[in-house]
Structure formats: structure tokens, C-alpha cells
């Protein structure tokens, strides 16, 4: 039943579409099916969705000229266009920082006027000429698309923690960040030096500066003030500092460790040889259970009894 | 001729074969050993090795049989409909205890193992970062193993010295009281406390060992405990719940207290009811499993609460148990039909590698029993594997190159860099440097790539040894966690490999879930529970989807090890010489006659009795008899007598303390009637006969049992067949059964141990012996 009237509908659809004038008719007629579609709503929103797509060549010429109340204002049209060029302004910045990570030392500002112009759009309160962009920007349509490039960029910059390493209102990095990073400065600094001949020469000599650096880095991490920029840089480091110049511990105490665990793990033997030999063994009593003679002795007996 | 029936080759009583030529041939061709017992000119008692075919004497049955005496009759006469209503509520207030106090021991085990080993791995952590840099690292190692060794030490001599019965797990323990088996001192608020303290300190000693077969001992005891409304130990009497002072009641909750203790140990309600109706699935009722249920309910409940007040999310009910395998629940841990060969390829694995596990722990425990038993030997013992255990975790450790990253989530507890680059850890580490349960847990849900095949393969092996090696020391400690950590590192190893075999490495291909099904497949090899464990690991990973495969992987490991070996509760009850009831009598027994099985001659007493003859019978200590025919001696006295009555000895102590006599009831008309209570009092701890001082006078009394004795016991007629009289036993729970012949006369007596010595060995039916223990 319900297929044929899904049919009857697409039907409708597609007569009165080009004329539009017969929508009431087009009500009227499916109003008996309609009950049935609105109990299964996919169903009925599917068949809408699949309007336009029956007669795109129509409705083309009827987007052009909307009444003007559907119409977006200047106003709301000229936040879209400044949120675009600060969109493509931030963005632009994002890609060259990608790596090393730099998104957010060199990209916070950029973010900023982001949000600025966003929160304006998002906000209700009235601009001039009493309009609030927000709903017509922001969820007038299925896409949302402004939103989505928002809230896109906006789990970016959650992800990237940047918001730990820069001051509350995105104007500034704070003093721990520019600390760190004139630590890391130093710690560079010293690598390039040594970088050239033997590698040892540099695990000495670099060490004071790059434990320094190791120390803030762990600190900061139980503050939990780290953001990306900072934990690649410390990832950098660490990896120049362990793999390409090789100053990680050497595993150098083989002999004692060997020797403490080869004792410890011959205390065993010695203790299940000398109880194997010298504590006795537990013996065990055996009891003899009362039990009835054979058949025949048994017999015997009853026979004795009675 | 003469020599056609020999011995079959179990028996080392070698010298009695000169009287074998006495024997019967049997109808299935094998012989039982001769029935040359009654020989008066029988030696001295042999002494033989301690091992597997011998039944203990000191164990008992329960009384689970209900004594109907008039004392019974009467009392249950006297009570009101609303008496028996209150009792019935009083049950569920006892079950809701249970369970609440059961959670709340779960509660503080689990705190007090993860402030212990958090402080332990804390302070070595610091110390192996310090000399990791300057040098001198064989001192972390000493630190270690002496950190382990003064846990183990306080857990070892409080078991080996305070109450060895608190050792192992205690499930094979339980699992004989839910048979019938009254284990000495096994429910004993002593025995809780030992236990408690002790698993806490060998789980924090670092021993391969978890902490959830314990709880399920708690539980038990806490039921005992709680129904019997008093201490014994502590010689207080709340006097309450007074009604339920006896075997049956007692066994009931003890059963809901199990229940409880699985419940909270896995968080599993379900499987811990599942668990108690597999051990004990005699004498079951339904009204029983809907309180034991809502006693489990209770106690993972009541643990749930208080861990989250103690992690600080109070309401937050996510904690259901003590083990907890977190959550599988992301895509690529479904499973597909093409997967399930390979399931049951890994439990086949899980049967044999468990198989192993039990024959070198049975090995061992033989040795245990037989060289290593003084307490300080025993506590040595487990210093050594404390040492030991540290010794080889931190060698492996130290000589492995398996590095990985750390994660932005810290996974890991304790991550010890060791010699790896700044930044990454040790992965061996994680597998040896923390508790067994996060472990396991790490091993079922870090990401793919967080281990190396070779690491898991050495961790497997090196900690199936251990694991091995430490079960049956005299901790208390359990062996699931070990076996789950052993199945998941080889489960994980194979879903390593298998994504390395095939080409494009298939989503299905998830190491979690092979871990998950490594883990299920060698517990069930190792222990060979079905249905409760089953549910227990359906439930313990929260996805019912996962039902199908465990329940495949857990079939296969039961058939594959069974084919080799029995499972590890039953072998350490097998060696415990415990008279263990099975769920059948041995399939090829049907030949054997109540006759063949009994015990006989029978000490029976008159109906009117002597009182020095009963002192002198309850007194003899050579034949430590537990219940009595009574017989009425017809006028005639050419008659034999005839059966009338089953008296315990423990009633017969209680008259005898009472001096229920026939002469003084006389002179003493005032005296105040004995009454069921007195014998509910005096319950479980009956005095030993020796403490009950009877004069000279006294002896020449007479006693009256006809009020005190069971006017209705369980009779059969000698000729009934073994399985017959088994199942009398196994579903009614008796103890003594009357073999009588065609005329009501006393012939014979059959108990637990009579039924139990007959087992299916590989030469047929086989007996095993009575031994002093």
C-alpha cells in the first residue's frame, strides 16, 4: 500500500511543479496519502529531497528572483565577505606552519580575527537595520556551510591545545611559551655548534643545556601547558638528541645485572635439591576400612547368624 | 590358577598380594583390590608417599540432610504461619548483607593493591631512572626483589603460620563445601582475614598472581559468617538469625556468598549465580538462585558505588568489578563467520598449553606436599619465587630493545625509559612493571603496533613459568589473572602474525580481540569451567556479540585438555585427598553393589543405651565414626536387632553434655527438656568427647535416643548398585546411608568416602585409600 502511494506522490510532484499553481491541488489530493507519510518521515523527506532533482531545469530560472524579504542583507553579505577573507587569511598561515609545527605561535592573531568576525555573525544581536545575520548565515540550509568551515578550524585549534600557549584573549604567547622557546633556542644553538666532528663531544657538552630543557618540558607537562608547537619541538629535540647524535644511556652494566640475576635465580635449585634431600618426606598412614567379606563369606556368616 | 587377579598397579600395598587369589574376577575384567581387611593378623599401618589416589580422613560430609526428630517436630509445630515468614525474609536480609559486605572486602582489596603497588613501582621507578643515568642499575634490581620479598614474607607467614588454609585460591576449597565436604576451618573469620591481608600482600609482592579467585573464598566466608549471626572466633553472639545455625542453611548461603564473590571479582552477577549452580548443581532449588542472584547483584553493586566514591565520580557506576576489560566496542573488534576456525584453532592451543600448565603444577604440588611442608620452608618457598619473579621481569626489561612512543594518553602506569630514545618507553615494561589486571588490560586495548611479536613471545613464556611455578605456594593468591595475562600475550602474538601473513592487513584483524580470545582459551584450558565462565567473560567484557566465540574457544580448551589432563581445581582437590563427589558416579560401576561398597560391621547403639558404652564407642580414636544406627533389640533375644533410627555423634555429645540420662530425668523432674536449641547453640564447634567428663557413676546410666535420633533415615537394600546409591548421595546431599537387608536388620553403612574412593582410572575402575592426613 504504501509504495503505491509514495508512487502517487512522485507522480503529483512531478505534474504541478512547473506550474506551481496547482500546489493546493497537489495537497488536496495527497492528503490522504500524506497521513501515511508523515508516519515514516524518511520516507516523506526523501521524496522532497528528490523534487528538485526530478526537474532541475525549471526551478533554475526561479532561484534568481526571490522576494526580497528571503533575500540576505547587505550587512549579513558583507560579514560573509570579510569572514572569507579572514578565513583564507588563517588558513594561509596554517599551511607553511604545518611543519615543524609553528600553528600556533605564528597563526594566533590570525585566529583571533577569525573568531572576532564569527562570533559577530553568530551573536543575536541586532545590526543596523534591525537584522541578525545569524540565521541567515549561519542555519537557513542543510550544508550550514559557514558553520562547518568554523567549527572545522575551531576543533583544529582545540586539537592542537594552542589555546594553552597563548594569553586569554589570543593577544600575546605567554612568558612559559617564550620561555621555552628561548630554551629550545639554546639547546639548538649548542647542537649546530658541536654538530660538525664526533657526536660525544656534543652529548657532554650539550647535556646541562638540553636536561635544562627536558626538565621544563616534564614540568610543564604536569602543569598541562603544552600545546603542539611545543611538544613537536620537544619531540624534535629529543629524537635529534637520541637517535641522530645517539646520547641515549648505553646499556653498558651487562656484567653486574647478569651476575645478580644468575644468583637469584640459582637460590632455587639450591633450595629444592637441599629440601629434596635433607627434609623427610611426608608419609602417609594408611587405614583399613571396614568392609563386608566377599559374596560367599558373607553369606557364610548370615548363615552363622540365623 | 591361584594368581589370575592380581593387584592393579596403583596399589603399593605389594605385600598383600599372597591373598589375592582369594578375588572374584569381575564382570568387566578388572578387579578391585581384596576385601582382606578383616584380617586379624594385619601388621602395622603401611606408610606410603603422599599422592593423588588416597582419601583423607579428616575430612567430613555436611549434615545438608534435614534431622527429623521430635525435637523437630515439635519446634516446627510451635511456630506460628508468621515465624515461618519472618524467616523467609530474614534469608533475603542475609543475602543483601552478603552481598553488601562481600563488595565492600572487594572494595578494599582493590584500594589497598593499588595504593601498595603504586607506592612499590613508584620508588623503583625513581630508582631505575636514577641509576640509569649514573650507573649501578644491578641495585634497582635488589630493590626490587627485596620490595617483593618483604610483601610475599608478611603474606607468606601469616598463611604458612597463621592458617594454611587460606592458601591458593580457595576455589577449589569452596567448591568442595558446595559439594558436600566439610573442609576444616575453611569458613572461619580467621581464615577471612588471612586471606584478605594475604592476597593483598602477594599482589603487591609482584607474585604472577590475581587477586579474584580469593574474593570468591570471601564471599564464602562472609555468607557463613553473616547467617550464623555470631562468632565464634570472636565468642560474640548477636543472637540473631539463630534458626539458620545448620549444614543445610549454612551451605545455602555459603553458595550465595561464592556467588557474591565471583559476582564482585568480575563484575560478572550472572556468571558468579552460573558459577555457584556449577559447583554445587546438587541440591538446588529455584528460590535459592533468585536470592543467590540478588546477593550478586548486591556485592557488584555495593562495590561499584564505593569505587566510584573512591575515584571521585560518586554515581558514576562503571566499575562493576575488580578486573575490568574495558570496553570492546569499536568496529574492527566484531568478528566474522571466517573467523571462527581460527577461534577454535586458539582454544585447541589454549587446551594444550593448559594441559601443560596443570601437569607441571601437578608435579610440583606433588613435590610441595611431600618435601616442602614445614611453615618455614614453605614461607622460603615463596620468598625464593617473590625473588625470583622480580629477578627475570626486571631482566627481561633490562635486555629488551622493544621501544614505543608514548602515547598523548599515558596508557601506561609506570613507563620506564630505560635505554630508549627520550620520549618512548619500554614496551616490555608494561607487561612486567605493573599489576597483573592493568596488564591484561593494556594487552586487550592498546593500539595495534604497541608490541613486538618477540616481546610477547618472551613475556609468554617466561610468565606461564612463573605462573606455574606460583600456584600452590602458601599465598593466597588465584590463578586467573595469570592465565588471562598468559592467553592474552599469545593471543595477541597470533593476531600479529595473522595480520602480518595476510597481504593487506584486514581490518579484522585487530590484536584486542585475538588477545580476548588467547585470554578466554587458556583459562578455560587452565581451570575447564564452561558455563560460568562463559557468562563470567561475556559479562567481564560487557559484549554479549563476543558470546559465540568464547563460548567455541572455551569448548575446544575444555576437549583438547581434558584429553590430557584434568583441570587445575581438580587436580588440587585430587591431592588434597578430599572425598570429592562428581557429577556422576564412574561410568562402568554398575556391577558394584551397595554390599561391595559399604562399610561393615556397624557400631550401632540400642534405643535405650548404656551411657559408658556410648562414652566408650564416641572415645575410640581409631575409628572416628560420625553417625550411628540405633536399633531396637526385639524380646526374643535370639533376634537380631532391627533398625529404628540414625544418631549423630554430635547429638550424642550434646546429650552428653546435657546429662540427659534416663536416671536423673527420674530424680529431677523440674529438669528443663532438651530443645533443638541446645543443639543449634553448640553448632558448628561441637566439643571433642574428651572434654566431657562422665563419672564412674554416670557411665552405669542409661540413655534414652529415641526423642534425639532421625526415626526415618535412608535405607537401601543390600543389593542396590553403586550409581543408585550415587545419586542418592549427590541429590539429596546425605551423609550416612543404611544398607539393610530383606528384614530391616543393619548389615552395612555407606558414606561419602565409601563412594568416593571408586574413580575411572586408565586401568578401568580403580579404588583409592584411606590415609591419615
Known amino acids: 500500500m504504501l509504495p503505491y502511494n509514495l508512487y502517487l506522490f512522485f507522480v503529483f510532484v512531478a505534474i504541478c511543479v512547473p506550474s506551481l499553481k496547482c500546489g493546493d491541488v497537489v495537497h488536496l489530493s495527497a492528503s490522504e496519502s500524506a497521513d501515511k507519510l508523515e508516519a515514516v518521515p524518511s520516507l516523506s523527506t526523501a521524496a522532497i529531497v528528490s523534487k528538485p532533482a526530478v526537474d532541475t531545469v525549471f526551478s533554475f530560472s526561479l532561484l534568481s528572483s526571490f522576494p526580497d524579504d528571503l533575500e540576505v542583507s547587505d550587512y549579513c553579505s558583507d560579514l560573509l565577505h570579510i569572514f572569507g ?29 577569525l573568531v572576532e568576525i564569527y562570533n559577530n555573525i553568530s551573536s543575536d544581536q541586532m545590526g543596523p537595520g534591525n537584522v541578525t545575520c545569524r540565521d541567515s548565515l549561519l542555519r537557513s540550509d542543510r550544508l550550514m556551510l559557514v558553520y562547518q568551515l568554523y567549527s572545522n578550524l575551531e576543533s583544529l585549534w582545540e586539537d592542537s591545545n594552542c589555546a594553552k600557549c597563548v594569553t ?33 663531544e656534543l652529548c657532554k657538552n650539550c647535556k646541562s643545556a638540553y636536561g635544562t630543557l627536558n626538565v621544563l618540558y616534564s614540568q610543564m607537562e604536569k602543569n598541562s601547558t603544552l600545546c603542539i608547537d611545543i611538544e613537536d619541538a620537544m619531540n624534535m629535540t629529543r629524537r635529534l638528541w637520541s637517535k641522530n647524535f645517539n646520547c641515549s644511556f648505553p646499556r653498558e652494566e651487562n656484567v653486574p645485572v647478569i651476575a645478580v640475576s644468575s644468583f637469584m635465580l640459582f637460590l632455587p635449585i639450591i633450595f629444592y635439591l637441599s629440601s629434596f634431600l635433607h627434609s623427610e618426606q611426608k608419609k602417609r598412614k594408611l587405614i583399613h576400612p571396614r568392609r563386608a567379606k566377599s559374596n560367599t563369606s558373607l553369606m557364610n556368616i548370615q548363615d552363622k547368624l540365623s | 590358577m591361584a594368581n589370575i587377579t592380581k593387584k592393579v598397579s596403583w596399589s603399593s600395598r605389594g605385600d598383600d598380594s599372597g591373598l589375592a587369589g582369594e578375588g572374584t574376577p569381575l564382570l568387566n575384567g578388572t578387579e578391585i583390590p581384596k576385601p582382606s581387611r578383616q584380617d586379624p593378623i594385619r601388621g602395622r599401618p603401611k606408610e606410603i608417599p603422599h599422592n593423588e589416589k588416597l582419601l583423607s580422613l579428616k575430612y567430613e560430609s555436611l549434615d545438608y540432610d534435614n534431622i527429623e526428630n521430635q525435637l523437630f517436630l515439635e519446634e516446627e509445630r510451635r511456630m506460628s504461619h508468621m515465624g515461618f515468614r519472618c524467616l523467609e525474609i530474614s534469608r533475603w536480609v542475609i543475602c543483601g548483607l552478603i552481598g553488601i559486605l562481600t563488595g565492600l572486602i572487594a572494595c578494599f582489596i582493590d584500594i589497598m593493591v593499588e595504593k601498595l603497588a603504586g607506592c612499590k613501582y613508584q620508588v623503583i621507578k625513581e630508582n631505575i631512572e636514577k641509576f640509569t643515568e649514573v650507573g649501578g642499575l644491578s641495585i634497582s634490581l635488589i630493590l626490587w626483589a627485596v620490595l617483593n620479598c618483604a610483601f610475599v614474607l608478611v603474606g607468606g607467614i601469616m598463611v604458612a603460620y597463621i592458617e594454611p588454609i587460606a592458601a591458593g585460591s580457595g576455589i577449589p576449597q569452596i567448591k568442595c563445601y558446595l559439594n558436600g565436604v566439610k573442609i576444616p576451618r575453611v569458613v572461619r573469620l580467621k581464615t577471612l582475614l588471612v586471606k584478605v591481608l594475604g592476597v593483598i600482600c602477594s599482589v603487591a609482592g609482584g607474585l604472577a598472581v590475581g587477586k579474584e579467585g580469593p574474593m570468591i573464598h570471601s564471599g564464602a566466608v562472609v555468607a557463613a559468617g553473616v547467617s550464623q549471626g555470631r562468632s565464634t572466633s570472636l565468642k560474640r553472639d548477636f543472637k540473631m538469625f539463630e534458626y539458620f545455625r545448620r549444614d543445610t542453611e549454612k551451605r545455602d548461603f ?12 568480575f563484575g560478572a552477577p550472572v556468571g558468579g549465580v552460573l558459577f555457584s549452580l556449577e559447583e554445587g548443581a546438587s541440591f538446588w532449588n529455584q528460590m535459592l538462585t533468585w536470592r543467590i542472584f540478588f546477593a550478586s547483584m548486591i556485592s557488584t553493586f555495593t562495590l561499584n558505588f564505593f569505587l566510584s566514591i573512591y575515584h571521585g565520580k560518586p554515581g558514576d557506576l562503571s566499575n562493576p568489578g575488580l578486573i575490568n576489560f574495558g570496553r570492546f566496542e569499536s568496529d574492527s573488534v566484531a568478528y566474522y563467520y571466517y573467523e571462527l576456525p581460527l577461534f577454535m584453532g586458539m582454544g585447541a592451543i589454549g587446551g594444550l598449553l593448559g594441559a601443560l600448565f596443570n601437569s607441571i603444577n601437578y608435579w610440583l604440588t606433588i613435590f610441595r606436599i611431600r618435601y616442602v611442608h614445614r611453615p618455614c620452608l614453605q614461607v622460603m618457598e615463596a620468598l625464593l619465587v617473590a625473588a625470583v619473579t622480580a629477578t627475570v621481569s626486571f631482566t627481561m626489561i633490562y635486555f629488551s630493545n622493544d621501544c614505543q612512543p608514548l602515547g598523548p594518553e599515558h596508557n601506561e602506569e609506570y613507563p ?67 592465565s588471562l595475562l598468559i592467553g592474552a600475550a599469545w593471543g595477541r602474538l597470533c593476531g600479529i602474525l595473522l595480520a602480518s601473513f595476510t597481504p593487506t592487513s584486514p581490518i579484522w584483524a585487530d590484536p584486542g580481540k585475538y588477545a580476548l580470545i588467547g585470554a578466554a582459551a587458556q583459562l ?15 559479562e567481564a567484557t560487557g559484549n554479549v556479540t563476543y558470546g559465540l566465540p568464547i563460548m567455541l574457544v572455551l569448548m575446544t580448551a575444555k576437549i583438547v585438555g581434558d584429553y590430557f589432563q ?88 550434646v546429650l552428653l553434655k546435657h546429662k540427659v540420662f534416663v536416671e536423673l530425668a527420674r ?34 546410666c542409661m540413655m534414652d535416643l529415641t526423642e534425639f535420633m532421625n526415626a526415618t533415615p535412608y535405607t537401601v537394600p543390600q543389593d542396590t548398585s553403586l550409581p543408585r546409591v550415587f545419586k542418592l548421595f549427590r541429590a539429596l546431599g546425605l551423609r550416612h546411608l543404611v544398607v539393610v537387608d530383606d528384614e530391616n536388620r543393619v ?27
Not at chain 2, 467 to 474: D, E, H, Q, R, V
Not at chain 2, 524 to 538: A, D, H, K, W
Not at chain 2, 603 to 613: A, D, L, P, Q, S
Request: charged residues 15%; neutral net charge.
Open chain 2, 416 to 482: 620506564l625509559q630505560l635505554f630508549c630514545a627520550d620520549g618512548e618507553y619500554n614496551s616490555m615494561a608494561t607487561a612486567f612493571f605493573n599489576t597483573p589486571e592493568r596488564s591484561v588490560r593494556s594487552l586487550f586495548h592498546n593500539q595495534p603496533g604497541s608490541y613486538n611479536p618477540l616481546t610477547l613471545g618472551l613475556f609468554t613464556l617466561t610468565y606461564f613459568f612463573l605462573a606455574c611455578w606460583t600456584y600452590g605456594l602458601a599465598v593466597s593468591a588465584g590463578v586467573f589473572i595469570p
Open chain 2, 667 to 700: 530424680s529431677r523432674l523440674s529438669q528443663r527438656k532438651l530443645q533443638l536449641k541446645d543443639f543449634r547453640d553448640a553448632y558448628p564447634r561441637f566439643p571433642p568427647i574428651q572434654s566431657i567428663h562422665v563419672s564412674q557413676d554416670e557411665r552405669e
Open chain 2, 566 to 653: 584434568e583441570g587445575l581445581y581438580d587436580i588440587h582437590i585430587k591431592l588434597q585427598s578430599v572425598p570429592f563427589l562428581h557429577w556422576e558416579a564412574p561410568a562402568t560401576s554398575h556391577w558394584l553393589t551397595a554390599r561391595e561398597v559399604m562399610s561393615s560391621p556397624v557400631t550401632c547403639f540400642n534405643r535405650i543405651e548404656k551411657v559408658g558404652t556410648i562414652v566408650d564407642v564416641l572415645s575410640n580414636t581409631s575409628t572416628n565414626h560420625n553417625g550411628f544406627p540405633v536399633v531396637v533389640q526385639v524380646l526374643d533375644s535370639d533376634e537380631p536387632a532391627k533398625l529404628c533410627g540414625l544418631i549423630l555423634r554430635s547429638q550424642l555429645i
Open chain 2, 747 to 773: 548389615i552395612g553403612l555407606v558414606t561419602r568416602k565409601d563412594l568416593a574412593r571408586y574413580h575411572l582410572g586408565k586401568h578401568g575402575l580403580e579404588e583409592l585409600q584411606l590415609a591419615q592426613t
Open chain 1, 85 to 113: 577573507q579572514r578565513y583564507v587569511a588563517y588558513v594561509n598561515c596554517l599551511v607553511p606552519a604545518a611543519r615543524p609545527v609553528k600553528v600556533c605561535q605564528s597563526c594566533y592573531s590570525t585566529y583571533g580575527n
Open chain 1, 168 to 200: 586569554e584573549h589570543l593577544e600575546s604567547l605567554t612568558n612559559d611559551t617564550l620561555y621555552f622557546m628561548a630554551t629550545l633556542n639554546q639547546t639548538l644553538t649548542c647542537f649546530e655548534k658541536y654538530q660538525q666532528g664526533n657526536h660525544t
Open chain 2, 524 to 538: 578455560g584450558g587452565i581451570v575447564r569451567m564452561t558455563l560460568s565462565l562463559t557468562v563470567i567473560m561475556v
Open chain 2, 254 to 265: 555459603v553458595s550465595a556468598g561464592a556467588a557474591a564473590g565471583v559476582s564482585a571479582a
